[in-house]
Each structure stands twice: as structure tokens, then as C-alpha cells.
């Protein structure tokens, strides 16, 4: 089946730095990929679809400026954290969808866990 | 706006028995149900879907899930846990195929 991989799987980083998280969809391509962000024990919240070749569609709350998207090609969506705070620390993670027919379905990568120190 | 609300965090079972998880939702328009699988360091896997066919669905792996509108639920069903079922269940809701709404998951532990 399709798969969707995300790199790094752990980052821990300074306070003030910026990380970047790639997502990648390794045998499709995705015009449209979602990342979403995790809290411990709360659910998975969407906040950003990343548009290929356009700007992101960010969900409201969420600051643009402190998270930015990037989806230069049809398989590569990054998401930069930037100036990061201890606060920024979670589960992050992507997914795209996959068009077969009628029927499209999400694949999600494994996530990337940030701890801002 | 669509939400949904996974009941109990945890749910343990021992080998042979029935799982049920249990997820109610709201929504404003009819929606999509999606019940996802997550085992540990891997991503999200699509168990099945709802999108308005048949109220009862059938997915990977023995589960199956029953639309109910008149409860607002979707739960989760196996008749038989098997030792790799034990995982993170996630339900979503939609307006669409693709814009989901997580509940907070429930953590399944199957006991030999």
C-alpha cells in the first residue's frame, strides 16, 4: 500500500531554534498533504493543509508565522517550527491522500516528536 | 463543526473476548466516520469508513463498525481480540473524505 514517511522521528532542540519536519509520500504524489499536531492523551488536531505549488490553508488558531508550510513538490510537504518554545513540544504529524476511483483514502506517516528544551 | 468523543481511554480485554470502543459524534451535515489504527512507532491505518451506504461496515482485520444516527455513534467492534490487535484506536468525523476531526484515542491492551 501507499506509504507516507516523516523525518526526523525525534528531535529535541534548543529554545529559540527552528526545526524543520518533512513528509513525504514515497510511491504517490500528493497535491494536498494535512499535518496535524498531537498532545499527550488528547486527539490529533488538524492544523494546516499544505497545498502544492501555493500557500498553506491554515485552521484557525493556528499562527502562521510560527509554523511554516512548504509543499514545493508532489511528494514533499516540510513543516518549519520556528523559534521554538517549550510549549511547541508535541506529536507532530502528516498524512496525504491517495485517490483510487471513487474512493480517497488518508495515509499518515509515523509522526515526529519535538521536545523544546 | 464536527467532534467526537472517544469513551474510555483504555480498554483491556483478554484473548477470544469482544472489543468494543465506543465513539459518539457531532456534526452539522451527514457525516464521515472513519475508525483509525495505530501501532506503536507506525502511522495512522485506515480501519474502515462510513460515508453513508450501509449503517453497518466492515473493515480490515475482523472489525466492524454500526452507524447508529439516532444515538450519534459509531462504535467499534471485534467478536474475538487477538493478541495484535493491542494498539491506539482513533474515530474521526468529516464533512468530507478528508478534513478529520480526531477523537482522543483509546489505548487497547489484549491479556493472554
Known amino acids: 500500500g501507499a506509504v507516507v514517511s516523516q523525518h526526523p522521528s525525534r528531535v529535541i532542540c534548543k529554545s529559540g531554534t527552528s526545526v524543520k519536519i518533512e513528509c513525504r509520500s514515497l510511491?504517490?504524489?500528493?497535491?494536498?498533504m494535512f499535518w496535524y499536531r498531537q498532545f499527550p492523551k488528547q486527539s490529533l488536531m488538524l492544523m494546516a493543509t499544505s497545498n502544492e505549488g501555493s500557500k498553506a490553508t491554515y485552521e484557525q488558531g493556528v499562527e502562521k508565522d510560527k509554523f511554516l508550510i512548504n509543499h514545493a513538490s508532489l511528494t514533499l510537504s516540510t513543516l518549519t517550527v520556528t523559534s521554538a518554545h517549550p510549549e511547541d513540544s508535541s506529536f507532530y504529524i502528516c498524512s496525504a491522500p491517495l485517490r483510487t476511483g471513487l474512493q480517497e483514502t488518508q495515509y499518515f506517516g509515523p509522526g515526529t516528536r519535538l521536545l523544546v528544551l | 463543526a464536527q467532534s467526537v468523543t472517544q469513551l474510555g481511554s483504555h480498554v483491556s480485554v483478554s484473548e477470544g473476548a469482544l472489543v468494543l470502543l465506543r465513539c459518539n459524534y457531532s456534526s452539522s451535515v451527514p457525516p464521515y466516520l472513519f475508525w483509525y489504527v495505530q501501532y506503536p512507532n507506525q502511522g495512522l491505518q485506515l480501519l474502515l469508513k462510513y460515508t453513508s451506504a450501509a449503517t453497518l461496515v466492515k473493515g480490515i482485520n475482523g472489525f466492524e463498525a454500526e452507524f447508529k444516527k439516532s444515538e450519534t455513534s459509531f462504535h467499534l467492534t471485534k467478536p474475538s481480540a487477538h493478541m495484535s490487535d493491542a494498539a491506539e484506536y482513533f474515530c474521526?468525523?468529516?464533512?468530507?473524505?478528508?478534513?478529520?476531526?480526531f477523537g482522543a484515542g483509546t489505548t487497547v491492551t489484549v491479556r493472554a
Open positions: 510511491d504517490f504524489q500528493a497535491t494536498t
Open positions: 474521526a468525523v468529516s464533512p468530507n473524505d478528508y478534513k478529520l476531526s
